[in-house]
């Protein structure tokens, strides 16, 4: 097992070396994404802390790690209290814990894991810029860097060409009158050159930097460029240099005089000093691709109802799987996300997990983001609540689903059964909502906790996210968050519908669709133009805990089609006994 211990000793070491008081960890790497290769999993191997959200700070005397509220279980139980106290990223942040503790101290970061904009609210304490990072020099047997090959992402998933994507992006610049524009988001990279990788375990990612000039010109910066191919190159075209990571320097030096646009909310703070440093004039805007990237095209649109359907074939096979392995005991979380998983691996196009699946029975259900391992693995025992969260990657779709589902074979309790209704409801009403244009996200979130609310009830996470195409499963800018920006929904985004409820020690409940925003047919006397959302996951809820007396009868109603609409789509590719299974799973709540 890590020595967290002396690992923490030995990093403290070498900050006293450099004459800094101590030093942050975050919980991402110089792409600034929330999923990171091994060589980037600083934090985790510094904490031992493995989730997707998270900052560490190390004093000479003193530790802590933050989190949000979808990991406040997971962090007590991967770390060491002796050595990290465990606090809250909204609740206790970084910023006050550092001003209590460390004020007017120095304070080390690496330039490379930290945008501008996250550094300028840190206040109270002197920040040094550390590179290369402490921490590398303490990691003996850190991993390589990914090397995996590019490859371009077919126009038939696409829909887009990339020459009239950069041309979009250049254009934007020339109104805006800069030169340039530095993409450190590496999905603004892919969607923008249409290309691909295998980079991160779960999202098609080639981690590459880009310069995207106003005359349409890109050179796209990655570590070993000789993993793209002669025949990517071409396809590229000859306005795409591809170089070595070690050209950045050089090439933003070249900028001097120059405009050049910089997202502070994306982008490390490394490329914002070395512009500067070399006389270019830095400008605050937003990446240019990332509204555009969220807005799928017609084609995209295309790729994720088919890719919805070809996914929601495995999901029916695996919900009849569990109907009627777990009442006979013998499942445990493993072996049932392992069983998911081979059905999706037999699904025309499947390529990956869109994230490692969340297979949490009872009180590990109550983790948001629980992932189960050999060393937590438990038997998914008789009458008990099971929730699984997962999803595929696919050429021309992304999918992400969760049901909460009862092992039987006796009755769910009707309390668990109020508390799952509720979360349904609140489930219902974000999915069926029509809108004016111009509402955002952080408007929308109540919508889905009303229900909750009404019974005193609240759950510590967003409502819903971004979801990319062939992309990440998380893709901004849009959420269904209080904490999110203000961003207007647009015709084209993919969201999730996902308001939870979870008991501590007992069970977890979350209900998960995907939701693509369209514009809604006009009614009488409308004057602007309003929204509505079309669903497009096809699963059945979980009949044995839907309380009907609890619902209103056009919740009931929708329901019912819901349910005839997925029997009706995805009824006919099912084999006999899994279909008998989904007739009966979607019969009728009104009889």
Known sequence: MPNHSERLSALRSVLAAAGVDGFLVPRSDEHLGEYVPASGERLAWLTGFTGSAGMAAVLADKAAVFTDGRYTTQVQAETDDSLFERRHLTEEPLEAWLRAHAEGRRIGYDPWLHSEAALKRITGVQLVPMSPNPIDAVWRDRPAPPAAAVVAHPLEYAGVTAETKREAAA????????????????????????????????????????????????????????????????????????????????????????????????????????????GAIVVAGEDPCRLPRAMKNPVEQQGARDAHARDAVAVARFLAWFAAEAPKGGQSEMSAANQLLAFRREVKGFTAESFPAISGAAENGAIVHYRVTEATDRPIAADECYLIDSGG???????????????????????????????????????????????????????????????????????????????????????????????????????????????????????????????????????????????????????????????????????????????????????????????????????
């Open 393 to 591: 990657q696919f050429p021309d779709g992304t999918t992400d689903i969760t049901r909460t589902l009862w092992s039987g074979p006796g009755a769910a309790p009707a309390g668990l059964c109020a508390r799952y209704t509720a979360v349904l409801r609140g489930h219902i009403a974000l999915g069926t909502l029509r809108f004016p244009e111009g509402v955002a996200g952080p408007h929308l979130d109540a919508i889905a906790r009303r229900p909750l609310w009404e019974a005193g009830l609240d759950y510590d996470h967003g409502t819903g996210h971004g979801v990319g195409s062939f992309l990440s499963v998380h893709e901004g800018p849009v959420a269904f968050s209080r904490a999110a920006k203000v961003v207007p929904i647009r015709p084209g985004m993919i969201l999730s519908d996902e308001p939870g409820y979870y008991l501590p020690g007992q069970y977890g409940i979350r209900i998960e669709n995907l939701l693509l925003a369209r514009l809604a047919e006009p009614q009488p006397d409308q004057v602007r133009p309003f929204l509505e959302f079309e669903t497009l996951t096809l699963a059945p809820y979980a009949r044995a805990l839907i309380e009907p007396a609890l619902l209103t009868p056009a919740e009931i109603r929708w329901i019912d089609a819901y349910q005839a609409r997925v029997l009706e789509e995805v009824g006919p590719h099912l084999d006999e006994a899994t279909r008998a299974w989904m007739e009966a799973e979607c019969a009728p709540l009104e009889a």
């Open 171 to 278: 254009a934007e610049l020339r109104k805006s009158g800069e030169d340039a524009v530095v993409l450190a988001d590496a999905h603004s990279v892919a969607w923008l050159l249409n290309i691909r990788g295998a980079d991160l375990a779960n999202t098609p990612l080639a981690l590459a930097f880009a310069l995207l000039r106003a005359d349409g010109s890109v050179r796209m910066f990655l570590h070993a460029p000789d993993r793209v191919s002669a025949e990517t190159r071409s396809i590229l075209g000859n306005r795409v240099a591809v170089e070595p990571r070690a050209h950045l320097p050089a090439a933003l030096g070249e900028l001097s005089g120059r405009k050049v646009r910089i997202d502070p909310d994306l982008t490390p703070e490394w490329f914002a000093a070395t512009l500067r440093e070399a």
